[in-house]
């Protein structure tokens, strides 16, 4: 065995140098992979994460990473197309508080909506790995707010550029935090009515329960609307008019006296059109002892002034066949709406009264 050889200071202190490095650059990668795990993949980055794809418009995204308890028929505004055409959507994004209690954690965020500032919390649980390093965080079901618009004498309106049915006169759909214009559905020659826009929260927040009262969208007929439903009431009433009954059916006018005489031979003749104006229907039905609920879509009819029509005929008296005439004065009611966009009117039967 040979004398022990001198130890070579120059390679060890290399060696020193090396290794050290080494548990520096694995402290970092640690350090690295902790942020990246807490970033991206931990509860504030799923979060963080959902708020941008809502932020950028990406509705599909959104739903991606938190599917939300909404029937599919009610998700008409849950798509790009609606929430990416928005006045304004979450802005200025930012996380708060983080409770994190094992596998689950409550996070709260904050965002701007159009000037009006709100906060979310949002349940996440831990349901693996992604791969070696990352943590796997998933979001509960957020609670969305809703987009409550009244919508009176209408059967669909515009959300954001994209034709939404409504029910009752009521727009009411679930809807992503976002700023939505809400206007008629078509461009028409028989409404009118100022685009209204509302915001919906995430449910239960400070900002949604500070609503205040439902915007309305109110339409307004037009004078072509009105100069249309004058021009068919008017041709009804010719209708009517050579009908050869004493009660013609369907129609607004009639004489009872004339049917109590057997009149026959029976002519009738319009003697002065009723002016007919329309009006809001409020949301009811029609017409003697009809108080159920309408669809909301159409505009009640009304007569401005008294109608009259001359019945004339011939009647038996006392074996003799007599001449008859009588003028009776009628007024019109009843029900107009569009439909595919031709106005479509519905008019009350004389009640004989």
């Known amino acids: 065995m040979g004398p022990p050889q001198p130890i070579d200071r120059r390679r060890a202190k290399i060696w020193g140098i090396a290794a050290g490095a ?3 650059a694995l402290i970092a990668s640690i350090i690295a992979v902790g942020q990246i795990n807490s970033r991206f993949y931990g509860p504030d980055g799923v979060v963080r994460s959902y708020l941008s794809k809502l932020s950028s418009g990406d509705a599909e995204g959104a739903l991606a990473l938190a599917d939300v308890d909404v029937p599919v028929e009610e998700r008409t505004l849950l798509t790009n197309e609606v ?3 928005a006045a304004a959507r979450p802005d200025s994004i930012s996380i708060t508080d983080t409770e994190v209690d094992g596998d689950t954690a409550v996070v709260t965020a904050e965002f701007d909506l159009g000037g009006s500032k709100s906060d979310v919390k949002i349940d996440v649980r831990k349901v693996g790995k992604r791969g070696i390093f990352f943590n796997d965080w998933r979001l509960a079901s957020p609670s969305l707010g809703r987009v409550v618009v009244e919508t009176p004498n209408l059967n669909q309106v515009n959300v954001n550029g994209v034709t939404v049915p409504t029910a009752d006169g009521m727009l009411s759909l679930p809807a992503f935090p976002a700023l939505y214009t809400v206007s008629l559905a078509d ?4 409404l009118d009515a100022d685009e209204v826009q509302t915001r919906a929260f995430f449910e239960g927040t400070s900002a949604e329960e500070a609503g205040g ?16 439903v004058n021009k068919q009431v008017r041709s009804l009433l ?3 008019a050579g009908k050869a009954e004493t009660e013609p059916a369907g129609c607004p006018f009639g004489s009872r006296s004339a049917s109590y005489s057997d009149v026959t031979n029976v002519k009738w003749s319009i003697e002065e059109y009723p002016d007919i104006s329309l009006s809001d229907s409020g949301g009811y039905g029609f ?3 009809d108080s159920e609920p309408s669809d909301g879509s159409k505009w009640r009819i009304t007569s401005e002034s008294t109608g009259s029509a001359l019945i004339t005929g011939r009647y038996s008296l006392f074996g003799d066949s007599e001449s008859y005439d009588n003028t009776v004065s009628f007024d019109v009611s009843g029900t107009a709406e569009i439909v595919d966009g031709k106005v479509v009117i519905s008019v009350e039967e004389d009640s004989g009264y």
Request: overall charge negative.
């Open 187 to 190: 461009s028409s020659d028989y």
């Open 238 to 240: 010719d209708s009517c």
């Open 22 to 24: 080494l548990v520096l």
């Open 287 to 289: 017409g003697y002892g």
């Open 83 to 85: 929430l990416s055409s």
């Open 213 to 228: 009262e439902l915007p309305i969208l109110e339409a307004a007929p037009t004078q072509a609307f009105t100069d249309e």
